[in-house]
Nanobody
Framework: QMQLVESGGGLVEPGGSLRLSCAAS????????MNWYRQSPGKQREWLAS???????RYADSVKGRFTISRDNAENTLYLQMNSLKPEDTAVYLC??????WGQGTQVTVSS
């Protein structure tokens, strides 16, 4: 069964850091492009970062310089390191493998 499971979300103060994980099963994280998105209430789903099968990463302007996407092929896991978090980063964060396989999301709340 192909599945993605996100984890690592939580409550963090502004300026803090979190590392999100997206554990894959039934697929290989290195076999296809993978992406991170986020979804806030009342807003469109926002693309944040991608990493292709060759390891090339791209970022949305809103997170460039603060977030880093990476993957561990041995652990079959995608990561999103998030630094200098802001209240506006509060959202459900989701990973996607290829064009259509999504995880269920993990909640990130940035608040003092």
């Amino acid at each position: 069964q192909m599945q993605l499971v996100e984890s690592g979300g939580g409550l963090v103060e502004p300026g803090g850091s979190l590392r999100l994980s997206c554990a894959a099963s039934g697929i290989s994280v290195s076999a296809n492009a993978m992406n991170w998105y986020r979804q806030s209430p009342g807003k469109q789903r926002e693309w944040l970062a991608s990493i292709n099968s060759g390891g090339f990463a791209r970022y949305a302007d809103s997170v460039k310089g603060r977030f880093t996407i990476s993957r561990d092929n041995a652990e079959n896991t995608l990561y999103l390191q998030m630094n200098s978090l802001k209240p506006e980063d509060t959202a459900v964060y989701l990973c996607r493998w290829g064009p259509a396989l999504w995880g269920q999301g993990t909640q990130v709340t940035v608040s003092s």
